[in-house]
């Protein structure tokens, strides 16, 4: 038995699908046969093709036509003629193999796109990377694994897996995630959460030991791990497997029935969402309403920025479809462990530390005007809140309004509906806005406590790092106390406060959340009826 962090509850059992993220070796070896390395070469661009136009066509019909053009362009690079007659010649003259020849030539074109100072030519050096990676695992006979696909039921097994490899994979077909790396509050946990996907991570070589095909058992709520167990051990969890779904059927007899405690306190049990797709699950876990959209979900997976119109039809669709219940919207929060490849955003030491969300917003105000513009055409359609994110100052969170103030004049100028009144709030997440709550509450209509980043702001434990996971504490008297402190602040303030980080869906804690007089608990929806 091996141990990880448990990071999304249920069992999985099932044949693990390794997803490699290690680097491939190419040895730079000859061969005397230059046709067959040719031959070799021609089969593995042919079956690269087929995967491309294959991914392409699921991305068309899942996506739309603007995302399906990445692969279309990666098609095209795969079948540049000019380079596969370099390769070609490499093979011939040198008496190279086809994998060393074809890592020579396409790490040539990396650099000559790496050194472009145009921006855009600049990025095209990772899509040179990724059809190269395709190709050279072909010729290496390393399958490459493709998430949005995959043929049959399985637990996926990776050193780490990205926020977008976790919205973009075929939910319907993975039982379970194990993870080498990350912690309970990593975004690809939380992803997971929020699917009801049982996930273990932080359980560091496990994408070494296992082998493609092993029958694994996960335990998403022990962090326990076996690989090929007897035939008792398998018994076992099957029979914890139906446990589970009974406790499901048990739990959904609580659906509709309000959130009121037995002395008559009333709260509101919100969902965390990350897409529009997510709106399903949230209807089924009985949601009162969206505590927080994590809007960064919209701009990942491609190749620009979303434009205005696909935000506005995105938020639109969520506000929509939830009827009048109240949607936080929060605005972008990239960076930490959510990145944009196109954004041009540089390697940080600290990034958890560094330029990311609303510190981008206000430096690049043009972004923040556009995702701005799409919320407030669509606040017509529901009940809108918006919510800015990591606001450490007073001076930020004003300069927030005063370009959401400019913004909705703008449009109003030019005859645009907008909602009357819409509420907009903050995140706590860092320790000087916790404990400057007094005066941002005067100045904001809600707090929305975020409680992944503010106990490792205030533990300085970082939320990713599996080796320092037993110091990431949600009990920690500290972070308690700041809790506690935002929420009387708010309510001096006259203004509510509710939690979007993951300790409000944790059990133990509700209590205590409760007697400090939280008002509103956002989790992923999975967690609510619990
Ligand atoms: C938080 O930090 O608690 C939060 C909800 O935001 P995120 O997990 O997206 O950083
Ligand atoms: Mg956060």
């Known amino acids: 038995m091996y141990l990880g962090t448990a990071a999304s509850p249920g069992i999985a059992i099932g044949p693990a699908v390794l997803v490699q993220s290690t680097e491939l070796t190419i040895i730079r070896k000859n061969s005397d046969n230059s046709n067959i390395e040719i031959e070799s070469l021609h089969r593995a661009i042919a079956a690269s093709r087929t995967d491309l136009e294959r991914i392409r066509d699921k991305a068309h019909q899942a996506m739309g036509a603007e995302k399906a053009a990445i692969f279309e ?41 790496e050194a472009m100072t145009n921006a855009y030519m600049k990025e095209r050096a990772a899509d040179v990377r990724d059809v190269s990676v395709r190709v050279l695992r072909k010729l290496l006979g390393v399958e490459t694994v493709d998430l949005t696909s995959l043929e049959a039921d399985c637990v996926l097994v990776g050193h780490d897996f990205t926020p977008s490899d976790t919205a973009t994979m075929n939910r319907a077909r993975v039982l379970g995630i194990l993870t080498d790396i990350g912690g309970r509050t990593s975004h690809t946990a939380i992803m997971a959460r929020t699917l009801g996907i049982p996930a273990v991570v932080g359980a560091k070589v496990m994408s070494h030991t296992i ?72 209807k089924k876990g009985d949601a009162e309403g969206v505590g927080l959209f994590r809007t960064e979900f919209i701009y990942m997976n491609r190749e620009t920025l979303p434009s205005e119109e696909e935000q506005f039809e995105c938020y639109r669709e969520v506000l929509s479809s939830v009827s009048s219940k109240p949607v936080i919207i929060r605005t972008l929060d990239i960076g930490g462990d959510k990145s944009l490849p196109y954004l041009d955003m540089p390697k940080e030491m600290n990034p958890f530390l560094g330029y990311r969300a609303i510190r981008i917003c206000l430096d690049q105000v043009d972004l923040f005007k556009t995702q701005l513009r799409a919320m407030l055409r669509a606040s017509v359609y529901g009940n809108l809140n918006i919510m800015f994110p990591m606001i450490s100052s007073l001076e930020e969170l004003l300069a927030a309004k005063r370009i959401l103030a400019e913004t909705a004049s703008e449009l109003r100028t030019k005859g645009v509906k907008i909602a009357q009144k819409i509420p907009v709030g903050i995140m706590i997440e ?45 009990y920690h008297p500290g972070v308690l106390r700041l809790v506690n402190k935002v929420i009387q602040d708010a309510h001096s303030a006259g203004i509510w406060a509710g939690m979007c980080g993951e300790v409000a869906g944790e059990l133990p804690l509700v209590p205590v959340l409760l007697g400090m007089g939280l008002d509103e608990f956002s989790m992923s929806p999975n967690s609510i009826l619990k």
């Open 430 to 474: 860092i320790p000087s806005a916790a404990m400057m709550a007094d005066v941002l509450a005067k100045n904001c209509d809600f707090f929305s406590i975020g409680t992944n980043d503010l106990i490792q702001y205030t533990c300085a434990v970082d939320r990713m790092n599996e080796k320092i996971h037993d110091l990431y504490n949600s």
């Open 73 to 113: 362009a990666h098609l095209m690079m795969l079948e540049d003629p000019v380079m596969i007659d370099e390769v070609k010649e490499l093979i011939t003259v040198r008496k190279a193999s086809a994998e060393a020849a074809y890592d020579e030539i396409s790490q040539r074109y990396v650099k000559t796109f």
């Open 211 to 282: 082998r493609n095909g092993d029958l694994v058992i996960i335990d998403g709520d022990s962090g326990e791990i076996h690989i090929n167990p007897e035939a008792g051990l398998i018994a076992r969890y099957s029979t914890q497997k139906q446990q589970h779904a009974a406790l499901k059927d048990a739990l959904n007899q609580l659906r509709g029935k309000p959130s009121v405690t037995r002395d008559g306190r009333q709260v509101e049990l919100a969902g965390n969402i990350g897409s529009p797709k997510d709106i399903e699950v949230l």
